[in-house]
């Protein structure tokens, strides 16, 4: 076996090109500038990767853009770099996703020979090549309109050509709950097939879900959008050796990342050991983030002195206003984009459940239903028996024990709040 691979490619999905990132922009313009174009930087991140590792091309597993009315500017911006890598001699195989059918607006702009774009009607087959010699074959389809119910790979070949095998598909195998269930399929589905890689996209995070004949990865979004896509995002180079030995390497190409910290407040008695505390962890965030902007969400929790005075600040002026000071010039800033106070007043809860009197009284319930054999379906038949019930109703659908759980929990603290509670 030679020193070399055989053949390079890099695989990539969800890019999801001009994303809007909403609502940053009336904070920090110089900071929305940079998110608007991350997604766009990303993808070219990918182009210099694939031309630095000496590829020989490059598979887009669906989701290119982030609208079915993708604009044009986005279409232009995602040619131009289809361009340069042709002039790098990469060859692009790319399939269109939930996001971006094939049924969405195209302004129709021409595109390099070396880009091959799989049609919706049924699976194609594309072959990659290095001057004469075929390296795989690629088999691939792109959704026709938006919402695929069917379970593709019944489409894809029972044999494969030539020595190596491709499959592009962007499904949700597994029934992944956190995303849409479009091209539904099992893992078994694509372990019975006679290919030798599956390049999928539609789940935002990477994951190597069979690292066997045949490989079947998600390389997750090359930028993270928002704090539910957090930490390093990008895609993987992908090495083919001979023999067909396959070797992927996880490599970030995210310009901007996310990040959700927490801060426990129980052992901080000032505030000013709480902003000390605060400032370390933005400079921790800014040292992960390896030269990168990053946005983070700060979550303080705990039980403490300090609960009553932060309930009675203004947190947006008072504690995160201070922390993103002289942030925006900066090419590593370190944003705070939000806080989420999830402290606790300092209350012995235990020995308070054991008074006689009416806040015992609700905090003993809260405990009888937090320890009951079906929280979830009490707290459902408690609320449904509300007036307000009919606003609530599609804010409350789909939320699991957990997080009902994390709502009686936030019932309660306010329950000592509003009645004055400072016993400790």
Same mark, same amino acid.
């Given at each position: 076996?030679?020193?070399?691979?055989? *053949?390079?490619?890099?695989?990539?999905?969800?890019?999801?090109?001009?994303?809007?990132?909403?609502?940053?922009?009336? @904070?920090?313009?110089?900071?929305?500038?940079?998110?608007?174009?991350?997604?766009?930087?990303?993808?070219?991140?990918?182009?210099?990767?694939?031309?630095?590792?000496?590829?020989?091309?490059?598979?887009?597993?669906?989701?290119?853009?982030?609208?079915?009315?993708?604009?044009?500017?986005?279409?232009?911006?995602?040619?131009?770099?289809?361009?340069?890598?042709?002039?790098?001699?990469?060859?692009? *195989?790319?399939?269109?996703? !939930?996001?971006?059918?094939?049924?969405?607006?195209?302004?129709?702009?021409?595109?390099?020979?070396?880009?091959?774009?799989?049609?919706?009607?049924?699976?194609?087959?594309?072959?990659?090549?290095?001057?004469?010699?075929?390296?795989?074959?690629?088999?691939?389809?792109?959704?026709?309109?938006?919402?695929?119910?069917? !379970?593709?790979?019944?489409? *894809?070949?029972?044999?494969?050509?030539?020595?190596?095998?491709?499959?592009?598909?962007?499904?949700?195998?597994?029934?992944?709950?956190?995303?849409?269930?479009?091209?539904?399929?099992?893992?078994?589905?694509?372990?019975?097939?006679?290919?030798?890689?599956?390049?999928?996209?539609?789940?935002?995070?990477?994951?190597?879900?069979?690292?066997?004949?045949?490989?079947?990865?998600?390389?997750?979004?090359?930028?993270?959008?928002?704090?539910?896509?957090?930490?390093?995002?990008?895609?993987?180079? @992908?090495?083919?050796?001979?023999?067909?030995?396959?070797?992927?390497? *996880?490599?970030?190409?995210?310009?901007?990342?996310?990040?959700?910290?927490?801060?426990?407040?129980?052992?901080?008695?000032?505030?000013?050991?709480?902003?000390?505390?605060?400032?370390?962890?933005?400079?921790?965030?800014?040292?992960?983030?390896?030269?990168?902007?990053?946005?983070?969400?700060?979550?303080?929790?705990?039980?403490?002195?300090?609960?009553?005075?932060?309930?009675?600040?203004?947190?947006?002026?008072?504690?995160?206003?201070?922390?993103?000071?002289? $942030?925006?010039?900066?090419?590593?800033?370190?944003?705070?984009?939000?806080?989420?106070?999830?402290?606790?007043?300092?209350?012995?809860?235990?020995?308070?459940?054991?008074?006689?009197?009416?806040?015992?009284?609700?905090?003993?319930?809260?405990?009888?239903?937090?320890?009951?054999?079906?929280?979830?379906?009490?707290? $459902?038949?408690?609320?449904?028996?509300?007036?307000?019930?009919?606003?609530?109703?599609?804010?409350? $659908?789909?939320?699991?024990?957990?997080?009902?759980?994390?709502?009686?929990?936030?019932? $309660?603290?306010?329950?000592?709040?509003?009645?004055?509670?400072?016993?400790?």
């Amino acid at each position: 076996m030679g020193s070399s691979p055989w *053949f390079t490619f890099v695989h990539c999905a969800d890019l999801h090109l001009d994303s809007p990132f909403e609502g940053l922009h009336a @904070v920090e313009p110089e900071i929305a500038r940079v998110l608007r174009r991350s997604t766009f930087q990303a993808f070219d991140n990918i182009i210099d990767l694939a031309v630095r590792e000496k590829a020989d091309f490059i598979v887009v597993a669906g989701d290119i853009y982030d609208s079915v009315h993708q604009s044009l500017y986005a279409q232009i911006r995602f040619r131009e770099s289809l361009r340069r890598a042709a002039e790098a001699g990469l060859q692009c *195989f790319i399939a269109h996703g !939930n996001h971006d059918p094939l049924s969405g607006w195209d302004a129709k702009l021409a595109l390099p020979e070396a880009v091959h774009r799989f049609g919706g009607q049924e699976v194609e087959c594309f072959v990659a090549r290095r001057g004469g010699e075929i390296l795989a074959h690629l088999y691939g389809i792109s959704y026709a309109h938006r919402e695929i119910r069917e !379970n593709l790979v019944s489409r *894809f070949p029972k044999k494969r050509e030539g020595p190596f095998a491709i499959g592009v598909l962007h499904a949700n195998v597994g029934g992944d709950p956190n995303h849409d269930n479009y091209a539904p399929c099992s893992l078994a589905d694509l372990l019975g097939s006679p290919l030798n890689y599956w390049a999928l996209g539609h789940i935002h995070q990477p994951r190597i879900l069979s690292g066997a004949d045949p490989w079947v990865v998600y390389p997750g979004t090359p930028q993270g959008r928002s704090v539910k896509e957090p930490e390093a995002r990008g895609c993987y180079v @992908v090495r083919v050796w001979e023999g067909g030995r396959i070797t992927p390497e *996880f490599v970030a190409t995210d310009v901007v990342r996310w990040y959700v910290e927490s801060l426990d407040v129980g052992g901080l008695a000032t505030l000013d050991a709480l902003l000390d505390e605060m400032t370390r962890h933005k400079e921790d965030i800014r040292k992960k983030a390896d030269g990168r902007g990053a946005i983070w969400r700060l979550v303080l929790s705990g039980r403490g002195e300090l609960h009553g005075r932060l309930c009675r600040l203004d947190l947006e002026r008072d504690l995160i206003l201070p922390l993103r000071e002289e $942030e925006a010039g900066r090419p590593d800033f370190v944003w705070l984009e939000a806080i989420q106070l999830m402290t606790r007043p300092p209350v012995d809860l235990s020995k308070r459940r054991q008074v006689q009197d009416f806040i015992g009284e609700v905090l003993r319930s809260v405990e009888t239903i937090r320890r009951g054999p079906n929280p979830r379906g009490l707290l $459902e038949e408690v609320v449904a028996r509300r007036p307000e019930y009919r606003f609530l109703a599609p804010h409350l $659908e789909g939320l699991a024990q957990k997080e009902w759980l994390a709502l009686l929990d936030e019932a $309660e603290s306010l329950l000592l709040d509003l009645l004055g509670e400072e016993e400790v």
